[in-house]
């Protein structure tokens, strides 16, 4: 870690603020969530149900095909949503140690991953180019605050979470080996 890194500072929520065992996040991590979700709900559904702009795929893909895969999508972003932030929030942890059950033996950052799972879901409804696009752009700040965040857990547990680290991939379960 570098001296920039020793700059990194994680906010909590007052209603955290006592607990050791949780890092922190980006400041801007809630309120930037919000901001595009809203907007990427704006946008899509301005192309997809108004203007049909970048919609033209639709035509040649069957909605009957999308619509399970879209809500098998947001089946597993569900359950990745709800156990992640169970094991973070409502598991008090006496000593703070890496979370290494459970969705995160499968994904280092399984509430974003699945966040950014629900927008696949949308994109395959209406085939919305435009709503693709953005999410591309969704899926850079994600990264942006899961590097963030991953920053704060060296600070806080150094090797342990380096060794998690190569363990465990970032976002999709199962996109890398585990070194033996």
């Known amino acids: 870690m570098n001296a920039k890194d020793d700059d990194v500072k994680g906010y909590k929520r007052s209603i955290h603020e006592s607990r050791k065992d949780i890092a922190g ?6 309120l930037g969530q919000l901001f595009f979700l809203i907007t990427f709900l ?7 149900f108004y203007f049909r702009f970048s919609t033209f795929l639709a035509d040649y893909g069957y909605i ?3 619509a399970p895969i879209a809500a098998i999508l947001f089946i597993i972003a569900g359950f990745l949503a709800y156990k992640g932030l169970k094991q973070v929030f409502n598991e008090v942890r006496d000593s703070p140690a890496v979370i290494k ?8 950052h399984p509430i974003y991953f699945g966040s950014i799972l629900v927008y696949v879901g949308w994109i395959l409804l209406t085939m919305s180019l435009i709503s693709l696009g953005y999410w591309v752009i969704i899926v850079i ?12 857990l060296l600070k806080q547990f150094g090797k342990e979470y380096e060794d998690y ?13 585990k070194k033996k």
């Open 165 to 177: 680290k190569k363990q465990v991939p970032k976002w999709i379960p199962g996109t890398k080996f």
């Open 25 to 30: 996040e980006h400041k801007l991590s809630d």
């Open 141 to 152: 700040f994600y990264e942006y605050i899961a590097t963030y965040e991953e920053k704060l």
């Open 42 to 48: 704006i946008i899509w559904g301005l192309d997809s």
């Open 101 to 108: 059950t459970g969705v995160f033996a499968y994904s280092r």
């Open 64 to 66: 009957y095909i999308r």
